[in-house]
């Protein structure tokens, strides 16, 4: 019904930056809140940044200052700017739509399937 492909991934040397991009697609009517989460080997899935449909946004303590979270509801599409990046923001990032009305009118709670993201000291 929805599918969240998450992109951008990498390894990068501590200090870089890295872009990462979360489409959805499928028989969506309207999404409300967009979030990324984060999750560290052996460690819980964290939240990192949310953005509402108007583009509100809140972040994590860690990542104040660092990372930028953006959409464009043209596309269905939510962005994770990461700068400054450090060895303790190594994870696998998912992108999540907790509440995505679909055509039928049903809503769903959506995730990606995750993209890591490495970073070397």
């Known amino acids: 019904q929805v599918q969240l492909v998450e992109s951008g991934g990498g390894l990068v040397q501590a200090g870089g930056s890295l872009r990462l991009s979360c489409a959805a697609s499928g028989s969506i009517f309207s999404i409300n809140d967009m979030a990324w989460y984060r999750q560290a080997p052996g460690k819980q899935r964290d939240l990192v940044a949310t953005?509402?449909?108007?583009?509100?946004?809140n972040y994590a303590d860690s990542v104040k200052g660092r990372f930028t979270i953006s959409r464009d509801n043209a596309k269905n599409t939510v962005y994770l700017q990461m700068d400054s990046l450090k060895p303790e923001d190594t994870a696998v990032y998912y992108c999540n739509a907790p509440r995505v009305v679909l055509t039928s009118r049903s809503v769903v709670n959506s995730w990606g399937q995750g993209t890591q993201v490495t970073v070397s000291s």
């Open positions: 953005i509402t449909s108007m583009s509100s946004t």
